[in-house]
């Protein structure tokens, strides 16, 4: 069973990142989420403490800390700005974790360094226009010429996608095998016919920069294929399943801070002579928006301790990211019905926790998928 005490590495990581969250995220986020403007300044400090690369070890340019410190931190992080959480967890989970796991030694060298270490960012091109979900009809494809492969296709909804230097690109290498002809390459921003588009305007998390981006005769040395050729999907999957236990921090995050306001405007808010926390009808939903943040917290972090000991967590990172989203999503909305007329207005913070929640419930697997994966692994339990 895991241990739902955190111990003194975790709790130091949790301090450290509530520090810096309340210190140098939070009082820019609701201008940044107005601006839409990426958080520059504020990744590459992140870079400096440690969280760009929190589970990659120090030989690679990482912290080399458990994925119980990764999710402390991500709902640290999280809980001031869901888009500065997202940038951090496509970087450690989606795209850190794929090159530790598959790179060779060369490729950990050129890539994983300076992406664990912060200096560069990483971006994960899976989902096409016409491939989200259902991701084996990958329509990119690269063919081969000599000792390079050439990409052609599109990829959707990247997060990261302008502001990123590594990119971890799928496609499809033999259309006949499905998706065990997909293939991972490493391409860097600077390869000629690699074009990120234009910035998506967003109803949440408005700060981190997603993009679509076009592939036109991309060529790629083969030493830059990630796993081998065929073994993308693999890598794509397995990658997720430690990406939905980022996701689902930062879900956490955005309730955890909804929670907050709300139960701090309660005490202020006076209404029929007293506050309205005194109320029953705001101690209920109090009472509730806590027990479902701590549910959503134990089921987290009982898969990021899974992972931790290398046990198989599909099933519990798929519970843990469809509890979490939908816990965000329902006390995003309860925290604003607390704050009656003052929810709907920026200057409370609130609506921005409902806007950034609802994406919880879309990237990294919807929670249909996510319905789906639970059910497949009780199945195969069979
Ligand atoms: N972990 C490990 N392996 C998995 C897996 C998982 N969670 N899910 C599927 N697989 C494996 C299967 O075991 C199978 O392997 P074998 O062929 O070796 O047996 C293989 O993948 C194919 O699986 P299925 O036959 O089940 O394929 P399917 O097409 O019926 O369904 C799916 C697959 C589960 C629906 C999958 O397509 C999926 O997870 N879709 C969601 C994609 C997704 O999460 N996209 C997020 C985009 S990235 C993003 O959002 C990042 C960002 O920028 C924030």
């Given amino acids: 069973m895991f241990n739902t005490q955190l111990n003194e590495t975790q709790l130091l990581i949790k301090e450290t990142a509530a520090q810096f969250a309340a210190e140098r995220v939070y009082p820019s986020a609701q201008e940044r989420d107005i601006t839409a403007s990426f958080p520059s300044d504020i990744v590459r400090e992140m870079g400096e403490l440690g969280f760009m690369g929190m589970m990659i070890d120090p030989e690679w340019g990482g912290s080399g800390l458990d994925a119980v410190s990764y999710v402390v931190a991500m709902e640290e992080i999280s809980k001031a700005d869901a888009s500065v959480g997202v940038i951090m967890s496509v970087n450690n989970s989606l795209v850190c974790w794929g090159i530790v796991t598959y790179g060779t030694d060369d490729q950990k060298e050129r890539f994983l360094k300076p992406l664990a270490s912060g200096q560069k960012l990483g971006a994960f091109c899976l989902s096409e226009p016409e491939a989200g979900s259902d991701a084996t009809s990958q329509y990119t494809n690269a063919h081969q010429e000599g000792e390079y492969w050439v990409l052609n296709g599109t990829k959707n909804w990247i997060t990261n996608g302008t502001s990123a230097n590594t990119y971890l690109v799928f496609a499809q290498t033999d259309r006949e095998k499905r998706h065990k002809g997909i293939t991972c390459f490493l391409v860097d921003r600077n390869t000629e016919g690699f074009e990120p588009g234009k910035k998506e305007d967003k109803l949440g998390i408005r700060s981190s920069d997603t993009c679509s981006i076009g592939l036109m005769n991309v060529r790629v040395h083969e030493s830059d294929i990630l796993g081998g050729v065929g073994n993308g999907f693999k890598i794509a999957m397995e990658s997720l399943n430690g990406g939905r236990i980022g996701i689902a921090a930062q879900a956490l995050g955005i309730a955890q801070a909804a929670f907050e306001a709300a139960l701090k405007y309660s005490k202020e808010r006076k209404a029929f002579g007293k506050p309205i926390c005194e109320l029953q009808a705001i101690q209920m939903k109090l009472a509730d928006m806590s027990m479902k943040i701590d ?51 920026r200057e409370y913070n609130v609506e921005r926790y409902l806007r950034d929640a609802k994406i919880t419930e879309i990237y990294e697997g919807t929670s249909e998928i996510q319905h789906i994966v639970i059910a497949r692994e009780l199945l195969k339990a069979l």
Avoid: C, P, W
């Avoid at 917290?297 to 009982?302: C, G, P, Q």
């Avoid at 909305?333 to 207005?345: F, K, M, S």
């Fill in 295 to 345: 549910a959503a917290r134990l089921l987290i972090h009982k898969a990021a301790s899974m992972k931790d000991n290398h046990q198989t967590y599909i099933k519990e990172a798929a519970h843990a990211k469809l509890f979490a989203s939908k816990t965000a999503v329902e006390v995003a909305l309860e925290a604003i019905q607390v704050h009656g007329g003052y929810g709907y207005v």
